[in-house]
Protein backbone atom coordinates (compact mmCIF):
# COMPACT_ATOMS: atom_id res chain seq x y z
CA UNK A 1 0.00 0.00 0.00
CA UNK A 2 2.81 2.25 0.85
CA UNK A 3 4.44 2.33 -2.57
CA UNK A 4 0.71 2.77 -3.97
CA UNK A 5 0.55 5.76 -1.88
CA UNK A 6 4.19 7.09 -2.85
CA UNK A 7 3.00 6.67 -6.77
CA UNK A 8 0.19 9.13 -6.46
CA UNK A 9 2.23 11.28 -4.63
CA UNK A 10 5.24 11.67 -7.24
CA UNK A 11 3.03 11.82 -9.62
CA UNK A 12 1.25 14.71 -8.26
CA UNK A 13 4.20 16.50 -7.90
CA UNK A 14 5.27 15.73 -4.63
CA UNK A 15 9.08 14.57 -3.02
CA UNK A 16 8.44 11.46 -1.58
CA UNK A 17 11.24 9.93 1.50
CA UNK A 18 10.39 6.45 1.15
CA UNK A 19 10.99 4.49 5.04
CA UNK A 20 10.35 1.05 6.04
CA UNK A 21 12.42 -1.15 9.11
CA UNK A 22 13.16 -3.72 5.62
CA UNK A 23 15.33 -2.36 3.28
CA UNK A 24 14.18 -4.65 0.79
CA UNK A 25 10.94 -3.31 1.20
CA UNK A 26 12.07 0.04 0.12
CA UNK A 27 12.98 -1.71 -2.69
CA UNK A 28 10.49 -3.37 -3.72
CA UNK A 29 8.47 -0.42 -3.21
CA UNK A 30 10.55 1.77 -5.28
CA UNK A 31 10.13 -0.88 -8.37
CA UNK A 32 6.66 -0.93 -7.80
CA UNK A 33 6.56 2.91 -8.05
CA UNK A 34 8.28 2.48 -11.25
CA UNK A 35 6.49 -0.34 -13.43
CA UNK A 36 3.24 1.57 -12.15
CA UNK A 37 4.82 4.23 -13.37
CA UNK A 38 5.80 2.91 -16.66
CA UNK A 39 2.43 1.16 -17.17
CA UNK A 40 0.77 4.81 -17.53
CA UNK A 41 3.99 5.78 -20.19
CA UNK A 42 2.48 2.84 -21.87
CA UNK A 43 -0.91 4.15 -22.36
CA UNK A 44 0.09 7.77 -23.50
CA UNK A 45 -1.14 9.19 -19.89
CA UNK A 46 2.58 10.05 -19.01
CA UNK A 47 5.60 11.19 -20.73
CA UNK A 48 9.26 9.45 -20.45
CA UNK A 49 10.59 12.63 -18.72
CA UNK A 50 7.70 13.03 -16.59
CA UNK A 51 8.38 9.26 -15.53
CA UNK A 52 12.24 9.89 -14.99
CA UNK A 53 11.71 13.16 -13.06
CA UNK A 54 8.92 11.54 -10.55
CA UNK A 55 11.75 8.64 -9.71
CA UNK A 56 13.81 11.48 -9.27
CA UNK A 57 11.23 12.55 -6.24
CA UNK A 58 11.14 8.79 -4.45
CA UNK A 59 13.67 9.32 -1.87
CA UNK A 60 14.67 5.76 0.05
CA UNK A 61 15.81 6.75 3.98
CA UNK A 62 16.42 4.83 6.63
CA UNK A 63 15.78 7.50 9.08
CA UNK A 64 12.08 7.90 10.47
CA UNK A 65 13.24 11.75 11.70
CA UNK A 66 13.52 12.83 8.69
CA UNK A 67 10.28 11.49 7.42
CA UNK A 68 8.74 13.63 10.37
CA UNK A 69 9.50 16.95 9.51
CA UNK A 70 7.85 16.36 6.28
CA UNK A 71 4.51 18.36 5.25
CA UNK A 72 2.68 15.43 5.59
CA UNK A 73 3.54 11.23 6.57
CA UNK A 74 1.37 8.61 5.32
CA UNK A 75 1.91 5.95 7.62
CA UNK A 76 1.17 2.18 6.12
CA UNK A 77 2.86 0.03 8.33
CA UNK A 78 2.06 -3.54 9.13
CA UNK A 79 -1.91 -3.57 11.02
CA UNK A 80 -1.11 -4.14 14.59
CA UNK A 81 -1.75 -1.66 17.30
CA UNK A 82 1.50 -1.05 18.98
CA UNK A 83 3.71 -0.97 16.52
CA UNK A 84 1.64 1.99 14.65
CA UNK A 85 1.95 3.34 18.36
CA UNK A 86 5.29 3.39 18.05
CA UNK A 87 5.70 4.90 14.87
CA UNK A 88 3.24 8.00 15.81
CA UNK A 89 4.88 8.48 19.07
CA UNK A 90 8.43 8.93 17.52
CA UNK A 91 6.62 11.43 14.42
CA UNK A 92 5.16 12.92 17.28
CA UNK A 93 8.80 13.63 18.98
CA UNK A 94 10.17 15.02 15.94
CA UNK A 95 6.92 16.74 13.88
CA UNK A 96 6.40 20.60 13.33
CA UNK A 97 3.48 21.92 14.56
CA UNK A 98 1.98 22.16 10.77
CA UNK A 99 3.12 18.46 9.81
CA UNK A 100 -0.23 16.55 8.95
CA UNK A 101 0.37 12.76 10.43
CA UNK A 102 -2.01 10.29 8.62
CA UNK A 103 -2.22 6.65 8.88
CA UNK A 104 -3.80 4.07 6.63
CA UNK A 105 -5.25 2.16 8.94
CA UNK A 106 -8.03 0.02 7.26
CA UNK A 107 -9.56 -0.84 11.32
CA UNK A 108 -7.46 0.45 13.83
CA UNK A 109 -9.01 2.70 16.07
CA UNK A 110 -7.24 6.46 15.16
CA UNK A 111 -7.84 7.66 19.25
CA UNK A 112 -5.76 4.50 19.85
CA UNK A 113 -2.91 4.60 17.46
CA UNK A 114 -2.66 8.33 18.40
CA UNK A 115 -3.29 8.10 22.32
CA UNK A 116 0.90 7.52 23.25
CA UNK A 117 2.16 9.97 21.05
CA UNK A 118 2.30 13.91 21.97
CA UNK A 119 0.28 15.41 19.18
CA UNK A 120 -2.44 13.70 19.09
CA UNK A 121 -4.46 16.81 17.86
CA UNK A 122 -2.16 16.25 14.57
CA UNK A 123 -3.33 12.57 13.37
CA UNK A 124 -6.02 11.29 11.52
CA UNK A 125 -7.06 8.42 9.14
CA UNK A 126 -6.15 8.69 5.54
CA UNK A 127 -7.94 5.20 4.24
CA UNK A 128 -6.55 4.78 0.89
CA UNK A 129 -7.65 1.23 -1.12
CA UNK A 130 -6.12 -0.88 -3.39
CA UNK A 131 -4.74 -0.60 -6.08
CA UNK A 132 -4.00 3.06 -5.12
CA UNK A 133 -3.18 4.25 -7.70
CA UNK A 134 -6.73 3.27 -9.63
CA UNK A 135 -9.29 3.88 -6.44
CA UNK A 136 -10.53 7.08 -6.39
CA UNK A 137 -11.83 7.23 -2.74
CA UNK A 138 -9.62 8.33 0.29
CA UNK A 139 -11.68 7.61 3.40
CA UNK A 140 -10.85 10.52 6.20
CA UNK A 141 -11.44 9.26 9.77
CA UNK A 142 -11.41 11.83 12.60
CA UNK A 143 -9.91 10.79 16.08
CA UNK A 144 -11.15 11.59 19.13
CA UNK A 145 -8.10 14.49 19.70
CA UNK A 146 -8.29 15.31 15.85
CA UNK A 147 -8.64 19.16 15.06
CA UNK A 148 -10.23 20.58 12.72
CA UNK A 149 -7.18 22.08 11.04
CA UNK A 150 -6.06 19.07 10.75
CA UNK A 151 -9.14 17.53 8.94
CA UNK A 152 -8.96 20.24 6.95
CA UNK A 153 -5.38 19.35 5.89
CA UNK A 154 -6.61 15.88 5.42
CA UNK A 155 -8.69 17.08 2.80
CA UNK A 156 -7.14 18.94 0.86
CA UNK A 157 -3.92 16.62 0.49
CA UNK A 158 -6.74 13.94 -0.63
CA UNK A 159 -7.82 16.15 -3.20
CA UNK A 160 -4.21 17.13 -4.26
CA UNK A 161 -3.02 13.35 -4.55
CA UNK A 162 -6.15 13.15 -6.82
CA UNK A 163 -8.67 11.32 -4.69
CA UNK A 164 -12.26 12.15 -3.28
CA UNK A 165 -12.98 12.12 0.18
CA UNK A 166 -15.83 11.28 2.77
CA UNK A 167 -15.19 12.13 6.27
CA UNK A 168 -16.01 9.50 8.90
CA UNK A 169 -16.68 11.72 12.62
CA UNK A 170 -15.61 9.46 14.67
CA UNK A 171 -13.40 5.99 14.68
CA UNK A 172 -15.77 3.50 15.59
CA UNK A 173 -15.04 0.04 14.37
CA UNK A 174 -15.01 -0.60 10.82
CA UNK A 175 -15.00 3.28 10.09
CA UNK A 176 -17.75 3.11 7.48
CA UNK A 177 -16.64 1.59 4.10
CA UNK A 178 -15.43 -1.97 6.31
CA UNK A 179 -18.74 -1.69 7.40
CA UNK A 180 -20.40 -1.56 4.48
CA UNK A 181 -18.56 -4.18 3.05
CA UNK A 182 -19.00 -6.49 5.84
CA UNK A 183 -22.64 -6.72 6.27
CA UNK A 184 -22.86 -7.31 2.47
CA UNK A 185 -20.37 -9.47 2.44
CA UNK A 186 -21.94 -11.58 5.48
CA UNK A 187 -25.28 -11.67 3.45
CA UNK A 188 -23.95 -13.04 0.60
CA UNK A 189 -22.27 -15.40 2.69
CA UNK A 190 -25.62 -16.50 4.35
CA UNK A 191 -27.16 -16.74 1.06
CA UNK A 192 -24.68 -19.39 0.31
CA UNK A 193 -24.76 -21.14 3.24
CA UNK A 194 -28.42 -21.33 3.30
CA UNK A 195 -28.62 -22.89 0.00
CA UNK A 196 -30.84 -20.10 -1.45
CA UNK A 197 -27.89 -19.27 -4.45
CA UNK A 198 -24.34 -20.29 -5.80
CA UNK A 199 -21.77 -18.19 -5.21
CA UNK A 200 -21.52 -16.98 -8.95
CA UNK A 201 -25.52 -16.08 -9.11
CA UNK A 202 -24.81 -13.80 -5.81
CA UNK A 203 -21.81 -12.02 -7.42
CA UNK A 204 -23.31 -11.87 -10.18
CA UNK A 205 -26.69 -10.04 -8.54
CA UNK A 206 -24.32 -7.36 -7.81
CA UNK A 207 -21.99 -7.53 -10.54
CA UNK A 208 -25.37 -6.73 -12.86
CA UNK A 209 -27.78 -5.76 -10.74
CA UNK A 210 -25.83 -3.08 -8.73
CA UNK A 211 -23.28 -2.46 -11.14
CA UNK A 212 -20.52 -3.34 -8.70
CA UNK A 213 -17.23 -3.83 -10.77
CA UNK A 214 -16.71 -7.44 -8.45
CA UNK A 215 -19.14 -9.25 -6.24
CA UNK A 216 -18.89 -9.61 -2.42
CA UNK A 217 -17.39 -13.16 -2.62
CA UNK A 218 -14.87 -12.70 -5.38
CA UNK A 219 -13.72 -9.97 -3.55
CA UNK A 220 -13.21 -11.68 0.02
CA UNK A 221 -11.76 -14.62 -2.00
CA UNK A 222 -9.39 -11.23 -3.15
CA UNK A 223 -8.83 -10.07 -0.11
CA UNK A 224 -8.33 -13.25 1.67
CA UNK A 225 -11.20 -15.29 3.40
CA UNK A 226 -9.52 -14.75 6.26
CA UNK A 227 -8.53 -11.10 6.66
CA UNK A 228 -12.47 -10.18 5.62
CA UNK A 229 -13.57 -13.20 8.61
CA UNK A 230 -11.30 -11.53 10.73
CA UNK A 231 -12.34 -7.83 9.95
CA UNK A 232 -16.07 -8.74 10.24
CA UNK A 233 -14.56 -10.14 14.02
CA UNK A 234 -13.24 -7.13 15.31
CA UNK A 235 -15.87 -4.99 14.22
CA UNK A 236 -18.59 -7.36 15.67
CA UNK A 237 -16.54 -7.21 18.91
CA UNK A 238 -16.03 -2.95 19.00
CA UNK A 239 -19.92 -2.31 18.23
CA UNK A 240 -21.23 -5.52 20.03
CA UNK A 241 -23.79 -5.19 17.17
CA UNK A 242 -25.19 -8.68 16.33
CA UNK A 243 -25.40 -7.19 12.69
CA UNK A 244 -21.68 -8.21 12.47
CA UNK A 245 -21.58 -11.33 13.45
CA UNK A 246 -19.44 -14.05 11.31
CA UNK A 247 -21.63 -16.40 9.44
CA UNK A 248 -20.40 -20.03 10.63
CA UNK A 249 -19.46 -21.20 7.35
CA UNK A 250 -16.89 -18.14 7.08
CA UNK A 251 -15.38 -19.56 10.16
CA UNK A 252 -15.47 -23.14 8.72
CA UNK A 253 -13.56 -22.13 5.79
CA UNK A 254 -11.08 -20.00 7.45
CA UNK A 255 -10.46 -23.31 10.06
CA UNK A 256 -10.29 -25.44 6.80
CA UNK A 257 -7.76 -23.08 5.05
CA UNK A 258 -10.03 -22.08 1.95
CA UNK A 259 -8.75 -18.99 2.36
CA UNK A 260 -9.20 -17.61 -1.05
CA UNK A 261 -6.83 -16.95 -4.18
CA UNK A 262 -4.09 -17.28 -2.15
CA UNK A 263 -4.73 -20.76 -1.00
CA UNK A 264 -5.66 -22.11 -4.78
CA UNK A 265 -10.00 -22.20 -2.85
CA UNK A 266 -11.87 -20.46 -1.42
CA UNK A 267 -15.78 -19.53 -2.78
CA UNK A 268 -14.33 -20.52 -5.83
CA UNK A 269 -11.42 -22.56 -7.57
CA UNK A 270 -8.47 -21.10 -8.75
CA UNK A 271 -6.15 -22.92 -11.35
CA UNK A 272 -2.62 -22.97 -11.20
CA UNK A 273 -2.26 -21.58 -7.60
CA UNK A 274 -1.60 -24.08 -4.83
N1 LIG B 1 -3.51 -4.22 1.47
C1 LIG B 1 -4.63 -3.52 1.32
O1 LIG B 1 -5.43 -3.75 0.40
C2 LIG B 1 -4.91 -2.37 2.26
C3 LIG B 1 -5.98 -1.51 1.96
C4 LIG B 1 -6.20 -0.40 2.80
C5 LIG B 1 -5.41 -0.20 3.91
N2 LIG B 1 -4.39 -1.08 4.19
C6 LIG B 1 -3.58 -0.82 5.39
O2 LIG B 1 -2.29 -0.39 4.98
C7 LIG B 1 -1.32 -0.83 5.94
C8 LIG B 1 -0.26 -1.63 5.23
O3 LIG B 1 -0.87 -2.73 4.58
P1 LIG B 1 -0.07 -3.62 3.50
O4 LIG B 1 -1.04 -4.60 2.95
O5 LIG B 1 0.69 -2.74 2.58
O6 LIG B 1 0.95 -4.36 4.49
P2 LIG B 1 2.34 -5.09 4.17
O7 LIG B 1 2.48 -6.12 5.24
O8 LIG B 1 2.41 -5.50 2.74
O9 LIG B 1 3.43 -3.94 4.38
C9 LIG B 1 3.71 -3.41 5.64
C10 LIG B 1 5.14 -2.90 5.65
O10 LIG B 1 5.37 -2.30 6.93
C11 LIG B 1 6.72 -2.50 7.23
N3 LIG B 1 6.93 -2.25 8.67
C12 LIG B 1 6.67 -3.05 9.72
N4 LIG B 1 6.98 -2.43 10.88
C13 LIG B 1 7.44 -1.19 10.54
C14 LIG B 1 7.89 -0.07 11.29
N5 LIG B 1 7.92 -0.10 12.62
N6 LIG B 1 8.28 1.04 10.61
C15 LIG B 1 8.25 1.07 9.27
N7 LIG B 1 7.82 0.03 8.49
C16 LIG B 1 7.42 -1.08 9.14
C17 LIG B 1 6.98 -3.94 6.79
O11 LIG B 1 8.37 -4.17 6.62
C18 LIG B 1 6.21 -3.98 5.47
O12 LIG B 1 7.03 -3.65 4.38
C19 LIG B 1 -2.08 -1.60 7.00
O13 LIG B 1 -2.41 -0.74 8.06
C20 LIG B 1 -3.34 -2.04 6.26
O14 LIG B 1 -4.43 -2.27 7.11
C21 LIG B 1 -4.12 -2.15 3.39
Redesign the pocket.
Known amino acids: ?2 AGIAQIAVQAGMTVRL ?4 SA ?1 VARGRDQISRGLERLVAKDRLGRNELDAAMDRVLPTDD ?1 SQVARADAVIE ?4 RLE ?2 Q ?2 FSTLSAEANDSTLLA ?6 SISEIAGPATRPQQIIGM ?4 PVPVMALCEIIRGYQTSDKTLEAALGLAADLGKQSIVVNRDDAGFVTSRLMTVLMHEAVRLVEQGLASPEDVDRACELGFGHRMGPLATADL ?1 GVDVAYRAGRAIFEGTGDPTFRSPQLLRRMVASGHLGRKSGRGFYKYEGTK
Open positions: MGYDTDALAVIEVKEVTNTSAIHFFST
